[in-house]
């Protein structure tokens, strides 16, 4: 028999798709809709098996929406602004744009070697003129609306990218791209304001029920909702100002204040201006982020001012006031007061400056308690607190304190957002530009809509450091009705590319807006998205607001959710390999010969230190080239085992041994077809074969029912099931017809794992290729003839009987004396009654 030639037949199918344009959309209406989306690729050169997991994942549901009679639609584009390409025109000195271009190319033609049904007339790439364009216009509406502004702020600024980062771009501290500690920069920045929708998008999760509950989760905790209250506090001393207020969630344990904290940016700084001491300690504050990581992660330092600050609920109560580097003017109200015995932060910093420690929540209400290395956080009882004494905490001392609080106008109940507002400003020249300029009295302007796209300047070579636009004075600067104004040379954030494409897909050729509503309203929402879960709170909540914008004082657009479902897929994981000088190698560069021992191939002496799994990253070097394996193994090989080994949800463990499995298995799936094929030309048999009819129905069903559950691993086994069953059956007399009818299904139910290899076989039984159709599962074939019964005795399970299905209570018991193997259970005992549940138990009670 010949071997499954997957180059050849995988090469075939893929020129087929492209000649015929086979998965391009076309659109009927009176059809069920079902819109299936992977968060689309940023084009860094190759693909890696990453990717393979994330499109393959969806290429099946794809695909198997379309075999049901589904209008569906699977694009795929470029997410391609960004550092990364910047970074490396500078290293290679070359433009972003070519770059970028040569890597899309690339990925493009790895990408279709996967054989994935992508509507590749839909594709759209950020960096492009025609894309962007209608991003300046949305930058605009918005714009009108009041949902984008420009304002002084402090922001993290990435000192190796040289660019600002949004709180959730910064990670332990770091800039989530290079690595470098973030630093705190005072900087005109545009916004979008996102928390004008905080309660939207809070409440918006609630409808999300296609949605896993961990990303949902993660983006409550984002977005939040506190209850608290605002304090005024009378200052004494010089008395600059009266008082100073300051938002909290835990205003009842008030009676343990220590100190007041202010940012160096409250009202407060400016009677400080001409201090030197203080102008230094501001100087210092600017080497901590603005992120809660990175200030909790910052040494506490204080300036101590010369006013007093007094508590409110008891005047004789009085505490100095600092200016403190972890607090922010963009929280509350750029102010806190310090509970050291109950919040660590302020227990670090009251410890530094020798400020008293009051404590005030104690676990057990009759048991003394004192606070003294540890904050207590926890549940209990209020005590040193005079008139709240005894009150639980948190259930009552909250309430009772703020009911005090505002009886005596010392303050008022508030709700607090942690979500702040979106900077979208980047210092860089790679990105979508900013449709703003400015006036010789550098007051902003839109860029009129008929000059859009404003398009990047062409740089050949990024030399200088820093914003390369700040250099383009030709492009900076233009005349318009008779006046000078330069172009705002910052760049929006590519998460504002990645946070509407999804809109664009629907209607990607739209010269005249980013989308067309008939479309919109066909295809919106996404019915199926699939990414990772490191996304939950960047580019979902970002999407999420996007929407939130656009439906805003917008009749025709009432879009609030993106992604009615959404799938987060786990990664894909390898061993990891040092060498002696502690430097990373790759599995290409490491030999063994009985899987325990592992050395360089150039030194075969030299033994490799084999360290932990972790998921495939170019800085580990533990990635292998997706390319490679489907240049050997061929893309259905490759899909079988990136579908095979795990839950989609959870992560992978690549093996070099399931790759060599999943292709000899292919192999004996070709056999099989080949021994089919033979047979159907030789046997002429009567024979109806039941069996093969009650097992095919059967398997079409449970490949159904894991398809819609994502159980696409378990749907392989049902493969590998199927394939044991068959090479017996096969053996047997049956009619021609019923094994082609039966084939056809399965062949059909393996189109969306393994594509090239099954529209293969299909055609070697029908030669005219057709619109094949998932296969209608008949009910009543799932009906199994015996089943087995659960015999139990007093409630303990004691045998399992195989009987006829749907008997009654009176054979079962007869059927339970004649069989042997349970006809001792019950011999000469009384039975006292019977508890009989149809088609599943019968408890005996004797």
């Not at 977005?223 to 969630?249: A, D, L, N, Q, R």
């Not at 040092?578 to 899987?595: A, Y």
């Not at 009176?810 to 349970?822: A, G, H, P, R, V």
């Amino acid at each position: 028999m010949d071997r499954y030639n997957f180059k050849i037949i995988e090469q075939k199918w893929q020129n087929l798709w492209e000649e015929n344009k086979v998965f391009s959309t076309k659109v009927d209406k009176s059809k069920k809709k079902f819109y299936c989306l992977e968060m689309f690729p940023y084009p860094s050169g190759k693909i890696h098996m990453g990717h393979v997991r994330n499109y393959t994942i969806g290429d099946v549901l794809a695909r198997f929406k379309a075999l049901q009679g589904f209008n569906v639609l699977h694009p795929m584009g470029w997410d391609s602004f960004g550092m990364p390409a910047e970074n490396a025109a500078r290293q290679n000195n070359l433009d972003p744009k070519s770059w970028t271009e040569s890597n899309i190319k690339t990925m493009k033609s790895q990408l279709k070697r996967l054989g994935l049904s992508i509507d590749w007339s839909k594709e759209i790439s950020t960096c492009s003129p025609d894309y962007y364009k209608h991003q300046q216009e949305f930058f605009l509406e918005l714009y009108d609306k009041g949902l984008v502004y420009r304002k002084k702020n402090y922001v993290n600024w990435d000192p190796v990218d040289q660019t600002v980062l949004a709180n959730e771009q910064v990670v332990d501290g770091k800039g989530w791209r290079s690595g470098a500690i973030v630093e705190r920069k005072k900087l005109n920045q545009w916004f979008f304001n996102i928390s004008k929708f905080s309660e939207d998008l809070l409440k918006g999760l609630d409808s999300l029920k296609n949605w896993p509950n961990k990303v949902k989760v993660m983006q409550k905790n984002w977005i939040g909702k506190s209850f608290g209250c605002e304090v005024k506090f009378e200052i004494t001393g010089e008395k600059p100002i009266e008082y100073i207020k300051c938002y909290t969630t835990r205003p009842d344990t008030l009676f343990g204040l220590s100190f007041l904290a202010l940012s160096v940016d409250h009202p407060l700084s400016k009677f400080y201006e001409n201090d030197e001491k203080f102008q230094k300690f501001r100087d210092e504050c600017s080497k901590t982020g603005t992120t809660e990581e990175s200030i909790a992660a910052a040494e506490k330092l204080g300036f101590k001012t010369n006013l007093m600050a007094i508590n409110p609920l008891d005047e004789n109560i009085k505490v100095p006031v600092y200016f403190a580097n972890f607090v922010l003017m963009d929280y509350g109200l750029g102010a806190v007061f310090g509970c050291p015995a109950h919040d660590q932060r302020d227990l670090d910093f009251a410890k530094k400056y020798n400020l008293d420690v009051t404590t005030v929540v104690k676990p057990e209400k009759n048991k003394n308690f004192e606070v003294t290395n540890e904050a207590y956080t926890g549940e209990g009882h209020l005590f040193n607190s005079k008139f709240l004494d005894g009150l639980k905490v948190p259930s009552e001392s909250i309430v009772k304190t703020i009911e005090f609080l505002e009886k005596n106008k010392l303050g008022e109940k508030k709700t607090n957002y942690r979500l702040k507002d979106w900077g979208i400003s980047r210092q860089r020249y790679w990105g979508c530009p900013i449709p703003i300029a400015y006036d010789e009295e550098n007051k902003p302007i839109k860029i009129p809509k008929t000059m859009l796209p404003v398009v990047l300047p062409k740089i050949d070579k990024l030399q200088n450091t820093g914003n390369p636009l700040d250099s383009e004075d030709d492009w900076k600067y233009f005349i318009l009705e008779g006046k000078k104004y330069r172009r705002e040379t910052d760049t929006l954030d590519t998460f504002v590319d990645s946070s509407w494409y999804f809109l664009r897909f629907c209607s990607a050729n739209n010269i005249h807006y980013g989308f067309t509503q008939e479309e919109i309203d066909y295809w919106m929402p996404v019915d199926q998205y699939i990414g990772g879960v490191e996304h939950a709170i960047l580019h979902l909540l970002y999407s999420r607001f996007f929407m939130q914008a656009l439906s805003f004082q917008n009749e025709k657009f009432k879009l609030k959710e993106p992604f009615d479902g959404l799938f987060t897929q786990g990664m894909v994981c390898h061993e990891t390999y040092k060498d002696k000088d502690n430097r990373w190698l790759s599995p290409e560069e490491i030999s063994t010969n009985d899987g325990k021992n592992y050395f360089k191939k150039v030194d075969t002496k030299e033994k490799i230190t084999v360290g932990p799994i972790e998921s495939m990253s170019k800085s580990k070097k533990n990635t292998v080239d997706p390319q490679n394996i489907i240049n050997n193994y061929g893309a259905d090989s490759v899909r079988l085992f990136i579908l095979s080994d795990s839950p989609p949800e959870k992560d992978v463990q690549w093996s070099d041994q399931g790759m060599v499995a999943s292709y000899k298995f292919l192999q004996k799936l070709w056999l099989l077809n080949s021994k089919i094929l033979e047979k159907i030309e030789t046997d002429k048999s009567s024979s109806t074969n039941e069996a093969l009819s009650k097992f095919t129905n059967q398997l079409i069903y449970k490949i159904t029912l894991n398809l819609e559950k994502f159980h696409y691993n378990v749907i392989i086994a049902n493969f590998h099931e199927m394939y044991n069953f068959l090479i017996k059956e096969i053996e047997k007399p049956m009619k021609t017809e019923i094994l082609v009818e039966n084939y056809k299904k399965i062949l059909i139910a393996m189109i969306p794992f393994i594509p090239h290899f099954a529209n293969e076989c299909l055609t070697k039984i029908n030669k005219n290729p057709i619109q094949w159709q998932w296969p209608v599962v008949l009910k009543s074939e799932l009906i199994e003839e015996n089943i087995n019964f659960v015999i139990q005795i007093n409630g303990k399970k004691r045998a399992l009987l195989k009987v006829k299905n749907n008997i009654n209570e009176e054979d079962l018991l007869k059927e339970i004396q004649e069989n042997k193997d349970t006809e001792e259970l019950i011999k000469n005992q009384k039975i006292v009654k019977t508890i009989f549940v149809s088609n599943r138990l019968i408890n005996i009670i004797i």
